[in-house]
């Protein structure tokens, strides 16, 4: 699978660009879409599932083009947005013997072995009886994720997909995408959240304000960010003077004062040393030198 994005342009009524002549490459494998709120990333994962349409330029799907062949592309697709929600009355069975139906999956025998094997994969098979508005936070979203899955889509679109979980539904919500990106899927994962892309994306985009502001690994992220994330040892006054200047990602309390660390050029004068950075610390260093904007995540 490949996705190719050219030339492309959102302008919402009264004038404002939501996405500004985007040029991207998606290819196979996990992908993670990130970017601070208002940077345009739910307004390019809806024209990706055709339900918006660009101002301006194209999407290519495995040389197709999106605008031209929506119906033979939305079969491909598999979708889960940010404020997925259930019928009340369903029980996880039940909804995703819907979900197959609406997906097209006509042969009740063929439908019914998809929808035991997918409460499976995901690990809802114990809980299919249960009403799926009762389920947890993290048993909700793996459900909105077995209903995006369930007829083998080729390219899936999560949206904020760790949202109000917990650490440990978190880990797993990932590790069944990570599961499932070794197939020949794509999956755009849309986040603002650093973490749930450092684990498992093998390729990212960051966006800001509708521009790409950065594409390639997250590897590639990080590397740019090295020499310049510092750990300080500070005095409690050094460490108010710090807060003023730099962004601080984190703070331990030691000995006499306080351990920082900081996105900087150079501490100029304070004791420290450079460590290496994670992506979090390269998202920071990014969005300071290339966006003067400090946001934080
Ligand atoms: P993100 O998902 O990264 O938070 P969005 O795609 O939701 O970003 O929004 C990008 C920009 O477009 C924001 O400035 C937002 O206010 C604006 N926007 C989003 N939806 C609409 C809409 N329906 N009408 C007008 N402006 C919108």
């Not at 025998?109 to 009762?134: H, I, P, Y």
């Not at 999956?187 to 450092?198: A, E, N, P, R």
């Not at 050094?238 to 150079?266: C, H, M, R």
Request: glycine share 8%; charged share 25%; aromatic share 8%.
């Amino acid at each position: 699978m490949h996705i190719k994005i050219e030339n492309l342009n959102k302008v919402y009524r009264g004038g404002s660009y939501a996405i500004k002549n985007l040029n991207l490459d998606i290819p196979n494998g996990m992908f993670g879409l990130l970017g601070p709120n208002g940077a345009g990333k739910s307004t390019l994962m809806r024209i990706l599932v055709t339900l918006m349409k660009p101002s301006s330029g194209r999407v290519l799907v495995n040389d197709m083009d999106l605008a031209k062949n929506r119906r033979e592309i939305r079969s491909m697709l598999g979708y889960l947005p940010q404020d997925f929600s259930f019928f009340s009355k369903l029980k996880t069975y039940e909804f995703l013997d819907y979900a197959a139906r609406l997906a097209g999956m006509k042969n009740s025998t063929a439908r019914r072995s998809a929808v035991e094997q997918m409460l499976e994969e995901v690990g809802l098979f114990e809980a299919r009886d249960r009403n799926a508005n009762k389920l947890s936070g993290g048993m909700k979203r793996r459900l909105g994720i077995a209903q995006a899955l369930i007829n083998d889509p080729k390219i899936i679109i999560v949206d904020e997909p760790t949202t109000g979980l917990d650490p440990e539904e978190r880990i797993r919500f990932r590790n069944l995408l990570s599961t499932i990106s070794t197939r020949d899927v794509i999956i755009i994962l849309s986040t603002h959240i650093v973490g749930d892309i450092s684990s498992t994306c093998d390729n990212m985009a960051l966006l800001n304000a509708g521009n790409l502001a950065f594409a390639g690994s997250p590897q590639d992220l990080v590397k740019e960010a090295e020499g310049h994330v510092w750990q300080i040892q500070a005095t409690e006054k050094e460490y108010l003077e710090i807060n003023e200047k730099f962004p601080v990602i984190s703070t331990i309390p030691i000995d006499g004062g306080w351990e920082v660390q900081v996105v900087a050029n150079e501490i100029n004068g304070y004791y420290g040393e450079p460590i290496a950075p994670n992506l979090e610390h390269a998202y920071v260093h990014f969005m300071e030198n290339n966006l003067n904007q400090w946001t934080k995540v």
